[in-house]
Each structure stands twice: as C-alpha cells, then as structure tokens.
C-alpha cells in the first residue's frame, strides 16, 4: 500500500502512526522502507511489557480452556481505567481477544526486534510518545526505544497524566494534539519552530508530584539525556 501511494502520489506526505504493537509496527516499517515514509509517531511501542510470563500462563490457560478470558482480561485491565472502553472491548463484537499460538509468538518477536529497528531508522523524523501512568508496557523502554533511534530528528514527549493509550479516542487530549500538530509543522512543512525543541519534553497536569519527577528522571536518564539537558513540563 505504501508503495502504491509513494507511485500515484509522490508529492503526498506519509506520516506513519502506531500506538502499543502498531507503534512496534511503524518503527519496523521505517527502519525497513525508509524511503516510504516521511515521518514516524510512535506511542508506547511494544517492547518490553509488564508480567510477561504471567499474561503466558493465563494465555495458556485460556487455550486449554478454549475460550478467552484470563490474559485478555489482564490486558483489558491494565491499558486502561476507563470503564466504559473496558467494556467496549469485551463486548463490542470487533476486538479479538485471543492469539493462536504461531501468532502470540509473532508478536513476541515483533516486541524483541524493536530496539534493533530503532537503530536503522537513521533520518525519517521520529516522535515517541509514552503516557507516564501506563500499566501495560514499561514507559522505561519506550525512553530506551527513543536512545536507540539513530536519527537526530526525534523527540520523546511523556504525557504526564495518560496511561498506555494516549492516542485513544476519548483518551487523547488536547495538549497532546496540539503538540503533534506543532510537531509535524515543523518537520514536514517547515512552518517556523515546534512547541518545544528539546529531546525530552513532559506534558504536564499542573506541577508534577514528587514521584511523578522521579519516574521523568528515570525516563530522562533511559533516554540517553545527560543531567545538563533541560526538560520542560508544559
């Protein structure tokens, strides 16, 4: 499809956009077909996720069983705390709640290549974006993610009140938005400086709490940024 479009339409603009195992997806597009793409977002790329080995024994349960329930009720659990995109998920009819075997480990070497395809992506401007609340997949990888990359067009924004879908419907905010727009003016259209330049940048809620600065600094220091970097909170 990314071939058709750079064919048909080469003057068009191709931004690739991934939240969890899309993030993962994007990153490994860009790395592999640069040329295809012109800008990279990712949120929360799958890498490194909390409990792996307990989401494999519900997820085995759940094979034996023969219906979903133990590890897509984990899942559910801790991407989210809003009740009503819970529900929607269990039983809107349109989201899979299981993986065959073949493709849970698919997926597991999706999850293992990311940092390796982080470091390919050597000049397509890339924007990781990581909610510092997320439950699911450890905010210190995506900071890792974000070392990794080899381009000097990238930027890590940690969304200071978000969970692990920060791009969701209803989960999305304004700040963030307004973030991205100014993001991707600059990069593809050039129209005049971002939001902020520097590598690491929170959105804040107000003035951050105490722990909420020590897992930025964490995030900071797993991003490669040296102590004399500033970051702002906005």
Same mark, same amino acid.
């Given at each position: $499809?990314l071939?058709?479009?750079?064919?048909?339409?080469?003057e068009?603009?191709?931004?690739?956009?991934g939240?969890?195992?899309?993030?993962?997806?994007?990153?490994? @597009? !860009?790395?592999?077909?640069?040329? @295809?793409?012109? !800008?990279?977002i990712?949120?929360?790329?799958?890498?490194?996720?909390f409990?792996?080995?307990?989401?494999?024994?519900?997820?085995?349960?759940?094979?034996?069983?023969?219906e979903?329930?133990f590890?897509?009720?984990?899942?559910?659990?801790?991407?989210?705390?809003?009740?009503?995109?819970?529900?929607?998920?269990?039983?809107?009819?349109?989201t899979?709640?299981? $993986?065959?075997i073949?493709?849970?480990?698919?997926?597991l070497?999706?999850?293992?290549?990311?940092?390796?395809?982080?470091?390919?992506?050597?000049?397509?401007?890339?924007l990781?974006? %990581?909610?510092?609340y997320?439950r699911?997949?450890?905010?210190?990888?995506?900071?890792?993610?974000?070392?990794? @990359?080899?381009?000097?067009?990238?930027?890590?924004?940690?969304?200071?009140?978000?969970?692990? @879908?920060v791009l969701?419907e209803? %989960?999305?905010?304004d700040?963030?938005?307004?973030?991205?727009?100014s993001?991707l003016?600059?990069?593809?259209?050039?129209?005049?400086?971002?939001?902020?330049?520097e590598?690491?940048?929170?959105?804040?809620?107000?003035?951050?709490?105490?722990?909420?600065?020590?897992?930025?600094?964490?995030?900071v220091?797993?991003?490669g940024?040296?102590?004399?970097?500033?970051?702002p909170?906005?």
């Amino acid at each position: $499809l990314l071939e058709y479009l750079r064919a048909t339409q080469p003057e068009a603009t191709t931004v690739l956009v991934g939240e969890s195992m899309g993030g993962a997806v994007v990153i490994r @597009l !860009a790395a592999e077909y640069p040329y @295809l793409a012109d !800008a990279v977002i990712a949120s929360a790329p799958a890498w490194r996720i909390f409990q792996v080995p307990g989401i494999t024994a519900r997820g085995l349960i759940d094979r034996v069983v023969g219906e979903p329930g133990f590890a897509s009720e984990w899942v559910i659990k801790h991407a989210t705390s809003c009740d009503e995109l819970r529900h929607y998920w269990k039983h809107g009819g349109k989201t899979r709640l299981t $993986l065959t075997i073949k493709e849970a480990y698919r997926y597991l070497r999706l999850m293992r290549a990311t940092p390796g395809n982080a470091r390919k992506i050597r000049d397509v401007p890339t924007l990781i974006i %990581q909610g510092l609340y997320d439950r699911l997949s450890k905010p210190l990888a995506s900071a890792g993610i974000f070392n990794q @990359l080899s381009t000097p067009n990238k930027q890590l924004l940690i969304a200071a009140a978000s969970e692990h @879908l920060v791009l969701e419907e209803n %989960q999305l905010s304004d700040k963030v938005v307004e973030f991205i727009d100014s993001w991707l003016e600059h990069h593809l259209l050039f129209l005049g400086a971002p939001v902020r330049r520097e590598p690491v940048v929170v959105l804040g809620r107000g003035e951050l709490s105490e722990a909420d600065r020590n897992q930025v600094d964490k995030l900071v220091k797993a991003a490669g940024i040296g102590e004399s970097q500033t970051v702002p909170v906005f």
